[in-house]
């Protein structure tokens, strides 16, 4: 089975201050891992996505992500936060091999303060 | 939301009844999904699709129904059987025959029973 965690229902941060959003997963094998970002009442747009080579993954809107396999971690970064990255932001993990089932975490509300 | 639209935004169903969602894209993706959101929970996936004419149950199948009958469409129907279909209903598809390793959202429909 796989999963993934999102430990923080919300992160608040100040303007200009730098964000992470943190995520962990779970997979037998080796792991495709994704941050997407939705705002209210819309679908979820792709942020990056790691899936093999380097593990700082730059992506859409100045984020980053780092994958760290020894902890099975993929925190998503951004070192200057704009009122306008206010949003709901989902950590997904696809397995390798066969049907590639998506799961996703819970979801973390990044509310950034003026 | 390029490339995936979803009918309708708001819909509004009587216990009973059986309604359907509409999911189109114009992406030539292989793969179709059907997710349902409701606060804290996340995306689960409810059904997929990853070829013409197949699909499979994702983890909350009970009380839906869907076809794919064309590569652009994968509609879901939400039938009398589902006890609590009040919620934000998604639409995404990918290509990862191609590497597009991403899920393309819809912008979603939001259903509410009455």
């Known amino acids: 089975a796989q999963s993934v965690a999102q430990p923080e229902d919300q992160v608040n941060v100040a303007e200009g201050n730098p964000l992470t959003v943190k995520c962990t997963y779970s997979?037998?094998?080796?792991?495709?891992l994704f941050w997407y970002v939705q705002y209210p009442n819309r679908g979820l747009q792709f942020l990056l996505k790691?899936?093999?080579?380097?593990?700082l993954v730059k992506g859409s809107y100045g984020f980053e992500a780092e994958f760290n396999k020894s902890q099975t971690s993929f925190h998503l970064k951004k070192p200057s936060a704009l009122v306008s990255d206010s949003a709901l932001y989902f950590c997904?993990?696809?397995?390798?091999?066969?049907?590639?089932?998506?799961?996703f975490g819970t979801g973390t509300k990044l509310q950034v303060i003026p | 939301d390029g490339g995936i639209t979803q009918s309708p935004k708001y819909l509004f169903r009587k216990e009973g009844q059986n309604v359907t969602l509409s999911c189109e894209q114009n992406?030539?993706?292989?793969?179709m999904y059907w997710y349902r959101q409701d606060p804290g929970q996340g995306l689960r996936l409810i059904y997929y699709?990853?070829?013409?004419?197949?699909?499979q149950k994702g983890d909350i199948a009970e009380g839906y129904s869907v076809s794919r009958e064309k590569k652009e469409s994968f509609p879901l129907t939400v039938t009398s059987a589902q006890k609590n279909p009040t919620a934000f209903y998604l639409c995404?598809?990918?290509?990862?025959?191609?590497?597009?390793?991403?899920?393309?959202f819809g912008p979603g429909t939001r259903l509410t029973v009455l």
């Open positions: 997904a993990l696809r397995n390798s091999g066969g049907y590639q089932k998506v799961t």
């Open positions: 699709s990853q070829i013409v004419n197949d699909f």
């Open positions: 992406l030539n993706h292989d793969a």
């Open positions: 995404a598809s990918s290509n990862p025959g191609q590497g597009l390793n991403e899920q393309f």
């Open positions: 790691y899936i093999t080579g380097d593990n």
């Open positions: 997979v037998s094998g080796n792991p495709y």
